[in-house]
């Protein structure tokens, strides 16, 4: 059973009343279950009519929140799941289930008359959806329950929305870590950890609950006196991984996990079609990955998640160990920056291209302006390699941290 404590969570279910509820803020504050307390009373009491959830996409909301609902009403017989039939019931209301994961989902739900939605990750939606939507809360009485994680100050649901609460019929609940009085303090501790340093974009956004900007470099942590190596340990396992490339670059880095548990760039592969004016095909690629790696064992080799002709030709090969990465952007540049920033990712001085791309990596101002945070598509081919197997080690790395 959940412990609600008193403060910012239970006001928060007393006081949403407005057509717009907007939970925002820190992660792990608590938003999400007080919204879902909130949201299961509407569907109790709430506008007669029909009811939707949307995530960004059915199976985020599926992870997020209706597995957090099964858990809330555990016991109680009100929550059954359909699985495959994109409805959920709750007592004796059928809830409808979409995702919202690019600007044709608006299409979804064109046509609908909705008495009530929650919709989870709502920064993540694009706002035509998210416009479609409140034209479809047309029953009398008609609400609308949201959570999010803040973003860029500039991005529409900020400007457009939070911002004229007073204008319009809004109620904005806004969160930090630190609200949340039933967290173990290890925990909080940890989470922290994961997010530092306290000035980084992604502490202040989802540890403070803060709207900034993301600007300038997006590695600024990194020091080549601090982050940069000459002589490397003795490893326990290498890993690699590759941003793949035939008209762009390509780029494998063979990544050490230290004996003194340290994450090391030990050495790099990097070819440029353009410069060697001859582009190498899948085959080509996977023979000089062979001798990249002639004197290693990789435990796995992380492959851009896009390259499926080169992973197919890597398993042809008799290349061990290949997986599709992770290449989830935002999450591994934070990855990559609080493994820099806290001197656990070290890079070989030998690793030139790697090293001039992270110090030259910057946000993209252009996209700043339309309140979305990606860095410029220019020299960025070894970042992403780093990326791809950083955000994939986290079972190695996790705990160096959070345990500092």
């Not at 046509?111 to 706002?127: H, Q």
């Not at 409140?134 to 008609?142: K, M």
């Not at 949340?180 to 989470?191: A, E, I, R």
């Not at 920033?341 to 890079?347: I, N, P, T």
Request: charged share 25%.
């Amino acid at each position: 059973m959940i412990n609600l404590q008193k403060g910012k969570q239970l006001d928060s279910i007393l006081d949403s009343t407005a057509r717009i509820n907007i939970w925002q803020g820190s992660v792990s504050s608590g938003k999400t279950i007080s919204s879902l307390i909130r949201w299961v009373e509407f569907c109790q009491n709430g506008a007669s009519g029909n009811l939707l959830m949307i995530g960004k996409t059915e199976r985020t909301l599926k992870r997020n929140v209706i597995d957090v609902l099964s858990e809330l009403l555990d016991g109680s017989g009100s929550f059954i799941t359909r699985t495959g039939s994109g409805e959920i019931q709750i007592g004796n209301r059928t809830i409808y289930i979409v995702g919202a994961n690019d600007e044709r989902a608006e299409a979804k739900i064109r046509g609908l008359t909705l008495a009530g939605a929650y919709g989870d990750e709502v920064t993540l939606w694009s706002e035509s959806f998210f416009q479609m939507l409140l034209s479809r809360l047309r029953v009398p009485n008609a609400q609308l329950f949201l959570t999010t994680n803040p973003d860029s100050p500039n991005h529409w649901l900020k400007k457009n929305f939070l911002d004229r609460e007073a204008e319009l019929d809004i109620k904005n609940f806004a969160f930090e870590l630190n609200d949340n009085h039933t967290l173990d303090p290890k925990y909080v501790k940890s989470l922290k950890a994961e997010y530092a340093p306290p000035s980084s974009l992604w502490y202040r956004r989802f540890i403070n609950g803060e709207w900034v900007m993301a600007e300038g470099a997006v590695y600024d942590t990194f020091q080549r006196d601090l982050n940069v190596v000459q002589d490397l340990p003795k490893m326990k396992e290498y890993y690699v991984g590759i941003d793949y490339g035939t008209t762009n670059p390509f780029c494998a880095l063979l990544i050490g996990e230290g004996v003194d548990d340290n994450l090391y760039v030990c050495k790099e592969y990097y070819y440029d079609s353009a410069k060697g004016q001859k582009q190498l095909s899948d085959a080509e690629y996977s023979r000089e990955l062979k001798n990249f790696l002639m004197d290693y064992d990789p435990k796995r080799i992380y492959v851009d998640p896009s390259a499926a002709s080169f992973i197919t030709q890597l398993w042809r090969d008799d290349h061990r160990g290949i997986s599709k990465a992770n290449n989830k952007v935002e999450d591994g540049i934070r990855v990559v920056y609080n493994l820099l920033s806290s001197r656990k990712l070290l890079v070989h001085n030998s690793c030139t291209k790697l090293i001039e791309e992270i110090e030259s990596y910057v946000w993209d101002v252009k996209q700043q302006e339309r309140g979305e945070d990606k860095p410029v598509k220019r020299n960025d081919h070894a970042v992403d390699a780093l990326r791809y197997a950083c955000i994939s080690l986290g079972a190695i790395w996790r705990h160096w941290i959070t345990r500092s």
